[in-house]
């Protein structure tokens, strides 16, 4: 067998890669992962790795996706436009595939299917978990919280992330008035519905406020990795984060709805 190779830039699970295929520690929800790769392979979708089953460390055996996964500080690259319109245009595919992947099986996902289960969302298509080429994104990595929920639910949270909806304080690369232009990009590029971008900042608050829960269950539970994320005062900054989106939310509903959107000062 080829040499492990550990993967940077994961902040729960220890990823190595052995040639062309990583692995990772398998969970509970692994099955309901390695039957939707499967689903988005058998739809053509060619933006994820496919699942080759669990080796013999019992880690789950996935390929590896040559390209660059932008973790933070972000460089600069993935911040234009054209990368922000891409990842808009990458989820719209992912998913219109999963929009027929079976929601009713007895399926067991690491993070609890929403109402309404209109796709599989991906749970964290954020920059980390998104591979580029040329400074374009070609596919997401890591679905170990994917679950069946709206699409909104999982828009608002890759939004909060590429365009991004942070405090300042936290990510500081563009204006509030760049923000909103950035987000309305994202949207179009998405195509996303006039009812959904009526609702996507405060759903946004509320997938922060998931996140802080869970982050706070599993430390609890003993999970060191999220013991050690609220220790670093993660979810001090989610919750600052929310209340940045509660400051701004008419600024940015109103770019998302709007028909002619101002133009960026």
């Given amino acids: 067998m080829?040499?492990?190779?550990?993967?940077?830039?994961g902040g729960v699970n220890h990823v190595v890669r052995i040639g062309e295929t990583v692995r990772r520690p398998a969970g509970p929800w692994t099955p309901a992962v390695h039957a939707l790769l499967g689903?988005?392979?058998?739809?053509?979708?060619a933006g994820a790795p496919r699942g080759h089953g669990i080796d013999g460390d019992g880690r789950e055996v996935l390929d590896f996706v040559p390209g660059d996964v932008p973790h933070y500080p972000v460089p600069e690259w993935a911040w234009t436009d054209e990368a922000l319109a891409?990842?808009?245009?990458?989820?719209?595919?992912?998913?219109?595939?999963?929009?027929?992947?079976?929601?009713?099986?007895?399926?067991e996902w690491q993070f609890p299917p929403r109402t309404p289960a209109e796709v599989i969302c991906h749970g964290d298509a954020a920059t980390?978990?998104?591979?580029?080429?040329?400074?374009?994104?070609?596919?997401?990595?890591?679905?170990?919280t994917a679950h069946?929920?709206?699409?909104?639910?999982?828009?608002?949270?890759?939004?909060?992330?590429?365009?991004?909806?942070?405090?300042?304080?936290h990510v500081n690369v563009f204006p509030i008035e760049e923000r909103a232009r950035?987000?309305?990009?994202?949207?179009?590029?998405?195509?996303?519905?006039?009812?959904?971008?009526?609702?996507?900042?405060e759903t946004a608050r509320a997938r922060l406020e998931h996140l802080v829960r869970y982050m706070h269950e599993q430390a609890a539970a003993g999970?060191?990795?999220?013991?050690?994320?609220?220790?670093?005062?993660?979810?001090?900054?989610?919750?600052?984060?929310?209340?940045?989106?509660?400051?701004?939310?008419?600024?940015?509903?109103?770019?998302?709805?709007?028909?002619?959107?101002r133009s960026a000062r």
């Fill in 2 to 9: 080829s040499e492990e190779v550990p993967l940077t830039g």
């Fill in 39 to 45: 689903h988005l392979a058998a739809r053509g979708f």
């Fill in 86 to 107: 891409g990842v808009g245009a990458l989820l719209r595919e992912y998913h219109d595939a999963t929009a027929d992947f079976p929601k009713n099986r007895d399926y």
């Fill in 128 to 144: 980390y978990n998104c591979v580029f080429r040329d400074g374009r994104p070609v596919a997401l990595i890591d679905f170990d």
């Fill in 148 to 169: 069946p929920g709206p699409r909104v639910w999982d828009l608002s949270y890759t939004a909060y992330r590429f365009v991004p909806l942070t405090d300042p304080r």
């Fill in 182 to 201: 950035r987000l309305r990009v994202f949207a179009d590029a998405y195509g996303l519905t006039a009812p959904d971008r009526s609702i996507l900042v």
């Fill in 223 to 261: 999970n060191a990795a999220f013991a050690a994320h609220v220790a670093d005062g993660h979810d001090r900054l989610y919750r600052t984060d929310m209340e940045y989106l509660a400051r701004h939310q008419a600024a940015f509903s109103e770019a998302l709805t709007c028909r002619s959107p």
